[in-house]
């Protein structure tokens, strides 16, 4: 099983495994992206996605604070994000690293270093990440509806610990936050709701 580490850095990076897929149409996109803001968000929330070259582009400009990221179609399962506008620097860092051939410790560490440094700009207050995934066969790429999607949340605060936080550093009961990272530039609170069990 994939660690959410390894996860996030998949998901700040633009991954693509897969031969170049057509994307769906801007509107899919958008919709679907939406998907994983909280509702009174999605109206004024900025979205990016793909053209058809496979290049991450703008789709739509908000107005409010949170960003939504489509979902690549060159990658396998689907998955769409949205995040405070105070994580993109971090975010985009993430894909430009990928793109140029780096794997997930490099990225993790230069992000560390340049964090550290200051020229990586991080959130200077807590700011979540909303991500909400489902398999392929659940999803209409040509109007972007999705069945049966999966939504988890993130809040990322730099150089958080344990001890400054009160959480502990795995989950001992369904849904319960905890932290990851700690201590770094990448230290966040994960929280993982149950998934619902399909009906017979």
């Given at each position: 099983?994939?660690?959410?580490?390894?996860f996030a850095?998949?998901l700040?990076?633009?991954?693509s495994?897969?031969?170049?897929?057509?994307?769906p149409?801007?509107e899919?996109?958008?919709?679907?992206?939406?998907?994983?803001?909280?509702?009174?968000?999605?109206?004024?929330?900025?979205?990016?996605?793909?053209?058809?070259?496979?290049?991450?582009?703008?789709?739509?400009?908000?107005?409010?604070?949170?960003?939504?990221?489509?979902?690549?179609?060159?990658?396998?399962?689907f998955?769409?994000?949205?995040y405070?506008?105070e994580?993109?620097?971090?975010?985009?860092?993430?894909?430009?690293?990928?793109?140029?051939?780096?794997a997930?410790?490099?990225i993790?560490?230069?992000?560390?270093?340049?964090?550290k440094?200051?020229?990586?700009?991080m959130?200077k207050?807590?700011?979540?990440?909303?991500?909400?995934?489902?398999?392929?066969?659940?999803?209409?790429?040509?109007?972007?509806?999705?069945?049966?999607?999966y939504?988890?949340?993130?809040?990322?605060?730099?150089?958080?610990?344990a001890e400054?936080?009160?959480?502990?550093l795995?989950p001992?009961?369904?849904?319960?936050?905890?932290?990851?990272?700690?201590?770094?530039h990448?230290?966040?609170?994960?929280i993982?709701?149950?998934?619902?069990?399909?009906?017979?």
């Amino acid at each position: 099983m994939i660690s959410f580490a390894a996860f996030a850095v998949l998901l700040s990076a633009g991954f693509s495994s897969r031969a170049q897929t057509a994307s769906p149409p801007p509107e899919a996109q958008i919709k679907a992206a939406l998907l994983a803001a909280p509702s009174e968000k999605q109206k004024d929330a900025t979205v990016l996605g793909y053209n058809q070259k496979g290049e991450l582009v703008e789709l739509r400009k908000g107005t409010n604070e949170m960003v939504c990221l489509a979902d690549d179609p060159n990658q396998k399962g689907f998955s769409v994000s949205c995040y405070h506008r105070e994580l993109d620097p971090f975010m985009a860092r993430g894909r430009e690293l990928k793109k140029a051939g780096k794997a997930s410790k490099e990225i993790f560490d230069t992000r560390e270093q340049e964090a550290k440094s200051g020229k990586l700009k991080m959130p200077k207050q807590a700011s979540t990440l909303f991500v909400y995934t489902a398999e392929d066969d659940q999803v209409n790429p040509e109007t972007g509806e999705v069945k049966d999607g999966y939504l988890r949340y993130v809040v990322y605060i730099p150089y958080a610990t344990a001890e400054s936080t009160g959480l502990p550093l795995k989950p001992e009961a369904p849904a319960m936050p905890w932290i990851m990272h700690p201590g770094t530039h990448g230290a966040h609170i994960m929280i993982s709701p149950p998934k619902e069990k399909a009906t017979e």
